[in-house]
């Protein structure tokens, strides 16, 4: 279950499907003796880190909700696992993912949503907001070279080279779609934080870098939200 402010809704739901669906994936993983085990944790987990950008080496004790604290829960989970059965095992911590099929309750889906029909798009914070946006053959990428090189027990990050505003990701999808964006400026949402920015050298080290920046991701978005909707 992803999502942060979904998971203060529903944080009964959010654990026991991000939290024992885990550890019944873990035994399957022990029962079966698989080699590699890669999974899908989240930024989520720094919290209001104040350290920027994020390094895997900072604390994440303080999630700021139910979401971020199972994906932590997770990860102390699969440590636990691994070792007490020597599982290989790799916590990608996913910045900000984007792109085609992408989930409908993230910003760009409901912005590019919103925009389309003329109706006017939430921006939180302000607009005083910025992400490592990444894109999701990146994280397709990453993910597949960690399960090549998955040894022992890891926390990595996975997230976009550059730091982006939240007013540029608008504007480059308002470019995008040939229409501008009406905006209602409203306060942070419980649960988020303002900047979350990736310390990547951990994964670069292991020869992944990301290749796919904004302006060629959202274009990438458009063109399947246009087809995929008849919009063309």
């Not at 139910?66 to 070792?83: G, Q």
Request: net charge positive; charged share 25%; with cysteine.
């Amino acid at each position: 279950m992803a999502g942060v402010r979904s998971s203060l809704l529903k944080p009964k739901l959010y654990f026991d499907v991000n939290v024992m669906g885990s550890i019944n994936l873990l035994e399957a993983a022990v029962r079966h003796k698989v080699k590699n085990f890669v999974f899908a944790s989240s930024s989520s987990v720094y919290g209001n880190n104040k350290k920027l950008p994020f390094s895997e080496s900072d604390p994440v004790d303080t999630p700021i909700s139910p979401y971020a604290a199972s994906k932590k829960a997770d990860e102390l989970v699969a440590h636990a696992y691994h070792h007490l059965y020597g599982l290989n095992i790799t916590a990608l911590r996913f910045f900000t993912v984007y792109g085609p099929w992408g989930r409908p309750d993230m910003a760009l889906f409901l912005f590019a949503d919103a925009i389309t029909k003329g109706e006017p798009i939430k921006v939180f914070n302000h607009g005083k907001m910025s992400r490592n946006f990444t894109y999701i053959d990146d994280i397709v990428s990453g993910t597949i070279t960690v399960l090549d090189k998955c040894k022992g027990y890891d926390v990595i990050n996975i997230g976009g080279d550059r730091e982006e505003t939240l007013a540029r990701y608008i504007k480059v999808l308002e470019n995008n779609l040939g229409k501008k964006a009406r905006k209602k400026m409203l306060p942070l949402q419980p649960g988020d934080v303002p900047n979350t920015v990736a310390d990547i050298r951990k994964l670069r080290k292991i020869g992944w870098k990301p290749t796919t920046r904004i302006d060629k991701g959202i274009k990438k978005f458009v063109e399947w939200y246009k087809d995929y909707y008849n919009l063309n």
